[in-house]
């Protein structure tokens, strides 16, 4: 599956985005998609997951109660919506496809299809 992640750009500290996550092919609706970031100089980080079939949704407690993950199956497209974004929040966010076990859903070695990333800047 390829994955295509969209909607980043420049936005002040308390404000919204939602970034977009388009696949190609048939196969969405068999994998779980995720969200993890990378800011400059530090180690990449979950950000959240949705399950491919009830649409469960998990997410890092850095994000929790901020962003909201959903997903359209019949646009093939997943959604991360951000709110009352932070400076630190700041990082190339990259949507993820696989199909994790419970307990390694927070792992980035756990989804092995990646997309290219979109840029996310907060300013303050």
């Known amino acids: 599956v390829q994955l295509q992640a969209s909607g980043g750009g420049l936005v002040q500290d308390g404000g919204s985005l939602r970034l977009s996550c388009t696949t190609s092919?048939?196969?969405?609706?068999?994998?779980?998609i995720g969200w993890f970031r990378q800011a400059p100089g530090k180690e990449r980080e979950f950000v959240g997951t949705?399950?491919?079939?009830?649409?469960?949704?998990y997410y890092s407690d850095s994000v929790k109660g901020r962003f909201v993950i959903s997903r359209d199956n019949d646009k093939n497209t997943v959604y991360l919506q951000m709110s009352s974004l932070k400076p630190e929040d700041t990082a190339v966010y990259y949507c993820?496809?696989?199909?994790?076990?419970?307990?390694?859903?927070?792992?980035?070695?756990?989804?092995?299809?990646w997309g290219q990333g979109t840029l996310v800047t907060v300013s303050s």
């Open positions: 993820v496809a696989g199909n994790p076990i419970l307990s390694e859903i927070r792992m980035a070695r756990a989804y092995p299809h």
């Open positions: 092919g048939s196969t969405f609706g068999n994998y779980d």
């Open positions: 949705i399950s491919k079939r009830r649409g469960r949704t």
